[in-house]
């Protein structure tokens, strides 16, 4: 029951009064005026007994304000109308309820409602004719009696919408509101929700029982309900999101028959026909409308990421459809989606384009050196997230040095200076994301080194939340990741690793989806530390170099990598030298049998200032270096030989080309192993390779 209005006997009086015609701002200037002849600022209001009394004062005040605006609007142009909260509300807020990301929240905690009056209360809104076509997040404030005083749809930018009225307001205070309201605390979850005995009774209600439902996971979500709730007036467009997301071939035309937009968008600005990877929910997108050459936030339209996702199916619906086969990949690129394809080696996709008219462009006929169409890592080497659960030892191990087991062109931290042409860059983070086939990689700004690893699992590869906790067990910690997913972290040592799953519903663990993979470099770690030592063999500060080297094992040198064997013996033990006699060794003048040369085969019999002369390379800046990994001589020379030597150790190699002027295929390698002493790398070995003239 509403509570008395004293201004009702006034406003008999009013209406009788001639009406001049007057446009909707005028209109709405004139209702704002009235209401905010209140004496009392917007604030939560309490009972006081002289309440009557100011009422009157009220409304003569407004009666008076009314009959000087009537006439002093009428020969005005409009302007744009502003107005503050408490011209809506005329009641105390006694609960708030709303929506994000999927989630419904609600509370009746006084010093939450009352920071809303203080927040939100005396904010001006400005009445604009921008549209708030994404509209992200809802607020509804109740009355004592459950009734909703007002609803509040905001969008991503700074407008909101109220009484389908659009309106530009000052962000700050709503996010610092915001902040305070969506939390765990205010979430409701399945249990809190009590089926409704009888029909909502506006829209406002349904569209909040809908939400609730679309929060429930896949096997307890009634989509029947749904459309019972769009049919009595909720918004369909979320549902229609989710259901394409989710390949549901049945209730997505349903949907689109009660006139849900195949256009509407979510958080990324990816439309129905973006998330799908069903062919019939694809038809009946296209079927009503669905736009092909719009594109997302990272610049993708409809082809582009059917060709990303290898769905030849896919690309040739679109095609058939109408898409553009000259595509290019991103906006700000020219590479078009015939020679992404190609990279890939998917045939099939390739000769649709083709057919379609899609045209190869010359200079992308021209491979560079880094590419080989058949072996080519980021076309080949996909891993498979169900595989490596399968040998979860394996998976653990080679991620403690930076790696993905069966995939021996993944490293972080990573030069860039190893890699080809990405296919995208994309701002991220302060730095850039590098994009390579299905490869993701982070670069911070102004640096040389990929410090992030990224993957999306292919469709195929299903894995669940419940089936990594399963296999690593509970998560370090969970986080919130890029667009509102959450990342399970496990932490290892320098690294760690991140799996990241839908967060914006609440499934049940064994029904949300790994979406992706990411392998994180800790810094500071070794490529850090190598930096520093490699530096003091630059200036051949020995000294403290000493302190660097492990203070039991000492540093052990090897030429040509002729660690246990070499081109002579079968048996070989390198040269060592411990911590204390490092800062002489460059006035021994003993002669040591380093090794043999592997050219030659002559012995390498010379001083230590000699070795270090010619066989620790630090004469030019590094062209490329490497993390854990020997790369002339592949991966498993680290893993299989110096691990067996130095079974936790960590390395580093510098890689110089053309050390001999004019002579291209001139190469010297300079690598730096460490291994962990009380918490402290300490270099163990200095390794060289080089070239055989």
Do not use: C
């Amino acid at each position: 029951m509403k509570r008395l209005n004293h201004l009702e006997p006034l406003d008999e009086s009013l209406r009788l009064m001639p009406k001049p015609t007057l446009s909707k701002d005028k209109h709405i200037q004139i209702k704002n005026a009235i209401l905010n002849t209140r004496a009392a600022p917007f604030k939560q209001k309490k009972k006081r007994n002289y309440k009557g009394i100011m009422t009157t004062v009220g409304a003569l005040a407004a009666a008076l304000m009314f009959a000087v605006l009537i006439y002093s609007y009428l020969d005005q142009d409009s302007e744009p109308t502003t107005m503050v909260l408490a011209s809506l509300i005329d009641e105390d807020i006694h609960k708030i309820s709303g929506s994000a990301n999927g989630k419904s929240y609600q509370t009746e905690d006084e010093e939450l409602i009352k920071q809303f009056y203080q927040d939100i209360g005396n904010m001006e809104f400005a009445e604009t004719e921008e549209k708030n076509t994404d509209q992200k997040d809802i607020i509804m404030l109740y009355n004592a009696n459950g009734e909703i005083l007002t609803t509040f749809h905001f969008g991503a930018k700074d407008i909101v919408t109220i009484d389908d009225h659009q309106y530009k307001f000052d962000t700050t205070k709503w996010q610092d509101f915001k902040e305070l309201f969506f939390t765990e605390e205010n979430l409701v979850t399945e249990n809190d929700v009590d089926s409704p005995n009888e029909q909502p009774e506006n829209n406002e209600d349904v569209s909040l029982l809908m939400q609730q439902e679309l929060a429930k996971s896949p096997s307890q979500r009634d989509w029947s309900k749904v459309l019972e709730y769009v049919k009595q007036g909720a918004d369909p467009n979320n549902a229609l999101l989710l259901a394409a997301k989710e390949n549901n071939v049945a209730i997505v035309p349903e949907l689109l028959d009660l006139k849900a937009d195949a256009n509407t968008t979510d958080g990324n600005s990816n439309t129905p026909i973006m998330l799908t990877t069903s062919v019939d929910v694809a038809s009946s997108l296209i079927q009503h409308g669905a736009d092909l050459v719009v594109r997302n936030k990272r610049g993708h339209n409809a082809l582009v990421i059917a060709v990303y996702g290898h769905q030849t199916e896919m690309v040739k619906l679109l095609l058939e459809a109408g898409a553009e086969p000259n595509t290019i990949v991103h906006p700000d690129s020219t590479v078009p989606v015939l020679w992404m394809s190609e990279k890939f080696n998917d045939q099939e996709i390739s000769e649709l384009l083709l057919q379609h008219g899609a045209t190869k462009l010359e200079e992308y006929d021209q491979e560079p050196w880094w590419v080989n169409d058949k072996e080519s890592w980021w076309i080949s080497q996909i891993p498979s997230l169900s595989e490596m659960l399968k040998r979860k030892e394996e998976l653990l191990s080679a991620a403690s040095i930076g790696r993905l087991p069966g995939v021996p062109d993944i490293q972080v931290p990573a030069d860039i200076n190893h890699f080809g042409y990405p296919f995208e860059n994309l701002p991220a983070n302060g730095g850039m994301i590098d994009v390579y086939g299905d490869h993701i990689f982070y670069i911070p700004k102004e640096q040389r080194f990929y410090r992030a690893y990224r993957y999306e699992l292919n469709p195929g590869d299903h894995v669940t939340v419940a089936d990594i906790e399963d296999e690593l067990g509970v998560p370090s910690s969970t986080t919130t990741g890029d667009n509102g997913s959450i990342a399970m972290v496990y932490s290892l040592d320098h690294y760690d690793l991140k799996f990241y799953y839908d967060g914006t519903l609440s499934y049940p663990k064994n029904e949300l989806d790994i979406l992706s993979l990411e392998l994180a470099y800790k810094e500071p770690g070794i490529i850090e530390h190598a930096d520093s030592t490699f530096k003091l063999l630059v200036d051949q500060r020995l000294n403290d170099l000493a302190n660097q080297v492990h203070p039991e094992k000492g540093v052990l040198f090897a030429p040509y990598l002729q660690l246990t064997s070499t081109p002579m013996t079968n048996k070989h033990s390198p040269v060592t030298f411990s911590a204390e006699e490092i800062p002489n060794i460059l006035e021994d003048k003993n002669q040591y049998l380093w090794g043999y040369g592997s050219g030659s085969g002559l012995p390498i019999n010379i001083t230590p200032a000699e070795y270090l002369e010619d066989y620790v390379y630090t004469k030019d800046i590094p062209n490329v270096i490497y993390v854990n990994e020997q790369h002339l001589t592949a991966p498993e020379f680290f893993t299989e030989t110096i691990r067996s030597i130095f079974p936790n150790a960590h390395m580093v190699q510098y890689s110089f080309n053309e050390t001999v002027e004019g002579d291209d295929l001139s190469w010297v390698d300079l690598s730096l192993v460490f291994e962990e002493y009380k918490g402290e790398w300490k270099l163990v070995g200095i390794l060289h390779n080089a070239w055989t003239p």
